[in-house]
């Protein structure tokens, strides 16, 4: 399964990295993906979801709010 974030669609990116002697060798951006329980209302069950880190900031600010999330 790929380092997908089911909400923001962040994924894994590719670059370089450069050395010293400015050499490129390809290297991967791996996406900070969580495993986070959430409460979804309608089924009235917890769905566990995988989202980045950045999303689990986005996530607590939401349900303070008390709005939806799944």
Known sequence: MARRCVK?????????N???????TKREFR??????RVWDPQTKQYKTIKVSA????TL????????TVV
Do not use: D, F, M
């Open 8 to 16: 923001t669609g962040k994924q894994t990116g590719t670059g370089n």
């Open 60 to 67: 607590a600010k939401r349900l303070q709010a008390g709005k």
């Open 18 to 24: 450069r050395s010293h002697s400015n050499r490129a």
């Open 31 to 36: 996406v900070n993906i969580q495993k986070k």
């Open 54 to 57: 950045a999303y689990l900031r």
